[in-house]
């Protein structure tokens, strides 16, 4: 079944009010087995509305529609739909009682214009708002159903989960759809894309596959629909765990859960503590581990040695190390790395020293250099990396690069 999505209101195409609604219901719809073929916001004129129905009924079995509904004059939704399914007002007392009891709650005087609002189609199955005044219009015409509903989210979410979907899955059999997301990290999407080609190709005809790429993490998400539920999801599962042949360093976790998420558990599970020594980055290392609950059970401190004074005061880095290499080499964040392992008392430090830009690089070093040093009770570690000219770009990825570090050498990989 396919379902096509129209939002209606000036405030959306101005960028006044960002469409949230459209996309909580491509969620829903979509876990409901009901595929959004198209989704589209026009204004609050009346053959613009008339246009994009005329359209959405060309391609969509079911066309849903919010906004526009309310008491004032730049509400014309339902008008448009009258003149559309050619409608007469009919006056509805079981929705008028409910605007009265509404108001008398919330002691607000009750208007002629709230009154207007009773009045609906008389050709519609009208479906009653529990939580709003205006009610929800189901029509149908040419085997193509229509649902018009109100734009406040919550009204519109009350009306989607209680009534739309409930009727549309009698009316049609739906598949059962299921989403699993596969979170990577230390590997770019094209370079990924060509290791697990193979894999990709053997997918079963029922599996989509979307890359899904962000700075620093690419994820995969496997999308599967068919009509038994257990035997769609173990399809899926199975291919997860053929994936884990082709790239098993860069698989962290599934749907959705953060690379600092992933490392927390392995700390906490270990009972192995960790502690950062942060230029480039600015702390941001130590924000993403203590956005996590209960970090500090592993996390014991950071320090952000953003000068060179702040490098040799605190973090015991030597002068002539810093003039000889300067602050952005392999042995100054190497020396960042084991002064913060000793000042914590910790298993694990994690360094990081760059140029995150947009200047301060030269030639030989030039923006998006960062170094990244480990330090173990084994010894130090670190890697360089070229991130780009993008500053925020740059501080994202060399967090979140040390941290895939950092969980690569826990769990010996």
């Given at each position: 079944m396919k379902a096509e999505i129209i939002s209606i209101g000036d405030e959306l195409l101005i960028g006044q009010v960002v469409n949230t609604n459209a996309s909580w219901m491509a969620v829903e719809l979509n876990l409901a087995g009901i595929n959004v073929v198209q989704i589209s916001s026009v204004s609050d004129e009346g053959e613009h509305i008339q246009n994009a129905l005329q359209e959405a009924e060309t391609r969509a079995d079911v066309v849903l529609l919010t906004g526009g509904l309310g008491p004032t004059k730049d509400d014309i939704t339902k008008k448009v739909m009258m003149d559309y399914f050619g409608s007469k007002p009919k006056f509805h007392e079981p929705t008028y009682q409910h605007i009265k009891n509404l108001f008398s709650k919330r002691s607000y005087p009750l208007s002629e214009v709230n009154r207007l609002q009773a009045y609906l189609p008389d050709n519609c199955?009208?479906?009653?708002?529990?939580?709003?005044?205006?009610?929800?219009?189901?029509?149908?015409?040419?085997d193509t159903i229509f649902v018009s509903m109100p734009g406040v989210p919550f009204e519109m979410k009350t009306l989607i989960w209680e009534q739309v979907i409930p009727n549309l899955k009698k009316r049609f059999k739906t598949p059962f759809i299921y989403h699993k997301t596969i979170m990577t990290t230390g590997i770019g999407e094209s370079m990924l894309a060509e290791k697990i080609e193979k894999w990709e190709s053997g997918?079963?005809?029922?599996?989509?596959?979307?890359?899904?790429?962000?700075?620093?993490?690419?994820?995969?998400?496997?999308?599967?629909?068919?009509?038994?539920?257990?035997?769609?999801?173990?399809?899926?599962?199975?291919?997860?765990?053929?994936?884990?042949?082709?790239?098993?360093?860069?698989?962290?976790?599934?749907?959705?859960?953060?690379?600092?998420?992933?490392?927390?558990?392995?700390?906490?599970?270990?009972?192995?503590?960790?502690?950062?020594?942060?230029?480039?980055?600015?702390?941001?290392?130590?924000?993403?581990?203590?956005?996590?609950?209960?970090?500090?059970?592993?996390?014991?401190?950071?320090?952000?040695?953003?000068?060179?004074?702040?490098?040799?005061?605190?973090?015991?880095?030597?002068?002539?190390?810093?003039?000889?290499?300067?602050?952005?080499?392999?042995?100054?964040?190497?020396?960042?790395?084991?002064?913060?392992?000793?000042?914590?008392?910790?298993?694990?430090?994690?360094?990081?020293?760059?140029?995150?830009?947009?200047?301060?690089?030269?030639?030989?070093?030039?923006?998006?250099?960062?170094?990244?040093?480990?330090?173990?009770?084994?010894?130090?570690?670190?890697?360089?990396?070229?991130?780009?000219?993008?500053?925020?770009?740059?501080?994202?990825?060399?967090?979140?690069?040390?941290?895939?570090?950092?969980?690569?050498?826990?769990?010996?990989?």
């Open positions: 199955t009208i479906l009653p708002n529990r939580v709003g005044t205006a009610a929800g219009m189901w029509f149908e015409k040419n997918l079963p005809d029922n599996i989509k596959l979307a890359y899904l790429p962000q700075p620093g993490i690419v994820r995969l998400r496997l999308s599967a629909e068919g009509f038994d539920e257990d035997k769609t999801k173990t399809q899926v599962d199975e291919q997860c765990e053929l994936l884990k042949n082709y790239v098993p360093k860069a698989i962290f976790g599934y749907n959705d859960i953060s690379l600092e998420e992933t490392l927390a558990n392995i700390l906490k599970e270990k009972g192995l503590t960790l502690a950062t020594a942060e230029s480039c980055t600015g702390g941001y290392i130590s924000h993403l581990i203590t956005s996590i609950a209960g970090s500090s059970e592993f996390f014991m401190g950071s320090v952000v040695s953003y000068s060179n004074e702040a490098k040799m005061n605190l973090l015991s880095v030597n002068k002539n190390v810093i003039e000889n290499y300067g602050a952005v080499s392999k042995e100054v964040v190497e020396k960042m790395a084991v002064g913060a392992r000793e000042k914590f008392n910790t298993d694990y430090a994690i360094s990081t020293s760059g140029i995150a830009g947009p200047d301060g690089g030269t030639e030989e070093k030039p923006v998006g250099t960062v170094w990244i040093g480990i330090a173990t009770k084994k010894g130090v570690q670190s890697k360089l990396f070229h991130f780009g000219e993008h500053r925020g770009r740059n501080i994202r990825r060399s967090a979140l690069m040390a941290l895939n570090l950092l969980r690569l050498e826990v769990l010996g990989l």
